[in-house]
């Protein structure tokens, strides 16, 4: 984690926030301000709702059994989009001038873009009265927190882990090699996240395994550590059956035998497990996982924001937090969800390390690639767009 001003410095973030704090002057519930920073969007539960809120969201995160509540309570009625990538969820949010979404579920990988472009409004987290509870991980942290202006409040988080096939990997596998390794038993038979995040994914993995590289965050690469990653991964392609963005792709490879082993979100295996179809398991290799951590951030020109607000106080509550976690198998941000989560759950509840900060600390989560290094390197990091471009490379556009 690098101070928040690597960000100023890299994106001109103070030009694009006062761009988005303007836009986002007086139209919100309530506005508070720093003495010295921009005007702050503020939850007031006394404001009234205008009857409407249109979301953008990963699949899985707003379904109808806590989003109905929210309706009744706040008279705000919920127009849904998902999202499949976080690329998608940037591009959206950005359409006729960030007037047509209200507000996203966006992950670590596009936060910051979001936020440097002045697409997203600054939030008084102060305002939500469930913020205490947050996880002191989650509290700042600067994949949505720019110089000490928040930017959304915290929602879900968990690792990728990697998933397998009882019933043909029959050991469970220690390493990411069982993905990685050019004599894998389940060659033809991996598959791999679809997106340029996951180059980080074999970054880590070269981390443990190639030390002379010197790889200290799998999203800081120099040249010659970059060109590592990228060739491992060329290296991978031949065993993977089909990359998979969207999660359901995963779920049919795996229910009908093309996938055996591979990265997967916990919602994946929830839904695997669930069906029964194929027995699944999961673990949490040796070199460690890269993972995301969700914030919901409100357009900075929001048609809805008094509605948006509410939705974001609605979602920091532990008890929608727990039917969250409960239904999509990732954690929740706010600690109060982690007494009912053990108690419906049992020994299950283990798995989710609710309230764990020493396990998401090494978790490491999804952000956005600068060519700004964060340290004495400078400018010498590959940056997001070198990261796609390579990516499609990899894996031939598939």
């Known amino acids: 984690m690098r101070k928040p001003t690597r960000w100023l410095a890299l994106f001109a973030v103070l030009a694009l926030v006062a761009a988005a704090c303007a836009k986002n002057g007086g139209t919100t519930a309530g506005n508070g301000s720093t003495s010295s920073g921009p005007t702050l969007?503020?939850?007031?539960?006394?404001?009234?709702?205008?009857?409407?809120?249109?979301?953008?969201?990963?699949?899985?995160y707003t379904q109808k059994a806590w989003v109905r509540p929210f309706e009744q309570e706040s008279g705000c009625k919920v127009s849904l989009k998902y999202g499949n990538t976080s690329d998608q969820?940037?591009?959206?949010?950005?359409q006729q001038g960030g007037t047509l979404y209200d507000g996203v579920s966006a992950s670590g990988d596009a936060t910051n873009r979001l936020i440097a472009g002045g697409d997203v409004a600054p939030i008084d987290t102060t305002s939500f009265p469930e913020y205490a509870d947050v996880m002191q991980t989650l509290q700042a942290?600067?994949?949505n927190t720019v110089d000490g202006v928040h930017y959304g409040v915290p929602y879900m988080w968990g690792p990728n882990i990697l998933m397998y096939n009882t019933n043909v990997v029959k050991t469970a596998p220690t390493s990411w090699n069982v993905v990685f390794d050019p004599s894998s038993p389940y060659a033809g038979k991996v598959t791999a996240y679809d997106s340029p995040i996951y180059i980080a994914d074999a970054a880590l993995y070269l981390k443990?395994?190639?030390?002379?590289?010197?790889?200290?965050?799998?999203?800081?690469?120099?040249?010659?550590?970059?060109?590592?990653?990228?060739?491992?991964?060329?290296q991978q392609n031949p065993l993977i059956n089909k990359y998979?963005?969207?999660?359901?792709?995963?779920?049919?490879?795996?229910?009908?035998?093309?996938?055996?082993?591979?990265?997967?979100?916990?919602?994946?295996?929830?839904?695997?497990?669930?069906?029964?179809?194929?027995?699944?398991?999961?673990?949490?290799?040796?070199?460690?996982?890269?993972?995301?951590?969700?914030?919901?951030?409100?357009?900075?020109?929001?048609?809805?924001?008094?509605?948006?607000?509410?939705?974001?106080?609605?979602?920091?509550?532990?008890?929608?937090?727990?039917?969250?976690?409960?239904?999509?198998?990732?954690?929740?941000?706010?600690?109060?969800?982690?007494?009912?989560?053990?108690?419906?759950?049992?020994?299950?509840?283990?798995?989710?390390?609710?309230?764990?900060?020493?396990?998401?600390?090494?978790?490491?989560?999804?952000?956005?690639?600068?060519?700004?290094?964060?340290?004495?390197?400078?400018?010498?990091?590959?940056?997001?767009?070198?990261?796609?471009?390579?990516?499609?490379?990899?894996?031939?556009?598939?």
């Not at 939850?43 to 990963?58: H, R, T, V, Y």
């Not at 900075?300 to 939705?311: E, I, Q, R």
């Open 244 to 398: 998979w963005a969207i999660y359901t792709d995963e779920i049919d490879g795996f229910e009908n035998g093309d996938m055996v082993v591979g990265t997967a979100w916990p919602v994946n295996q929830s839904i695997l497990v669930a069906d029964g179809t194929v027995p699944v398991a999961s673990v949490i290799p040796s070199e460690g996982v890269t993972g995301w951590a969700d914030t919901w951030m409100m357009s900075a020109n929001a048609p809805h924001p008094v509605c948006m607000l509410k939705w974001m106080e609605y979602s920091l509550r532990p008890a929608v937090q727990t039917q969250v976690a409960e239904y999509y198998g990732a954690t929740p941000s706010n600690t109060a969800s982690c007494a009912q989560l053990d108690k419906d759950l049992g020994k299950d509840a283990a798995n989710y390390h609710c309230g764990d900060d020493a396990f998401l600390s090494n978790v490491a989560l999804w952000k956005t690639p600068l060519s700004d290094c964060g340290d004495n390197r400078g400018s010498t990091c590959i940056d997001y767009a070198t990261w796609t471009e390579k990516w499609l490379e990899v894996t031939g556009g598939a």
């Open 41 to 60: 969007a503020s939850f007031d539960p006394s404001a009234q709702g205008e009857g409407a809120l249109n979301l953008i969201a990963w699949p899985g």
């Open 89 to 94: 969820m940037v591009n959206l949010m950005r």
């Open 141 to 143: 942290p600067p994949h």
């Open 208 to 234: 443990a395994h190639q030390p002379d590289l010197n790889i200290t965050d799998p999203y800081e690469l120099t040249q010659n550590q970059f060109d590592a990653a990228i060739s491992l991964l060329k």
